[in-house]
Nanobody, 124 residues
Framework: QVQLVESGGGLVQAGGSLRLSCAAS????????MGWFRQAPGKAREFVGV????????YYTDSVKGRFTISRDNAKNTVDLQMNSLKPEDTAVYYC?????????????????WGQGTQVTVSS
C-alpha cells in the first residue's frame, strides 16, 4: 500500500507559477513511476505528466510542455510538479498517482494508488 498526499495548490493569476508536491509513504517510493493528472469541473480526468522510477525520463501532455516540469526526490519520497506560465484553462484538481509496474506509457488503468487531490485555480 502507498499513501499519497498532494499539497501546494491555491489561487494564482494567469502567468503566475505554483509548485505542487506529492508526499508518499508506505512501500519503496523508487519502485514506482509517478504521474500527475488533473480534472476540471465537468470534464474527465486527464494526464498531465509522468516521471520514471529514477527520474531520468519525463513525458508531458502537449498542452503543458514547456510550462510544467515534474521532478522527484527518491530520498525524500516526494514528486513535484512545477507549473509556470499558468493559464485559466489549467484550473483543475490535480492528483498524483503511483504505478507499480514502472511503466511510463500512460494508458487506461494506469495508476495503482492515487492521492486525494489539490485544487489549482488560475484567474484571468
Amino acid at each position: 500500500q502507498v499513501q499519497l498526499v498532494e499539497s501546494g495548490g491555491g489561487l494564482v493569476q494567469a502567468g503566475g507559477s505554483l509548485r505542487l508536491s506529492c508526499a508518499a509513504s508506505g512501500r519503496t517510493f523508487s519502485n514506482y513511476a509517478m504521474g500527475w493528472f488533473r480534472q476540471a469541473p465537468g470534464k474527465a480526468r486527464e494526464f498531465v505528466g509522468v516521471i520514471s522510477r529514477s527520474g531520468s525520463s519525463t513525458y508531458y501532455t502537449d498542452s503543458v510542455k514547456g510550462r510544467f516540469t515534474i521532478s522527484r526526490d527518491n530520498a525524500k519520497n516526494t514528486v513535484d510538479l512545477q507549473m509556470n506560465s499558468l493559464k485559466p484553462e489549467d484550473t483543475a484538481v490535480y492528483y498524483c498517482a503511483a504505478e507499480a509496474s514502472g511503466k511510463i506509457l500512460v494508458l487506461a488503468g494506469w495508476g495503482d494508488y492515487w492521492g486525494q487531490g489539490t485544487q489549482v485555480t488560475v484567474s484571468s
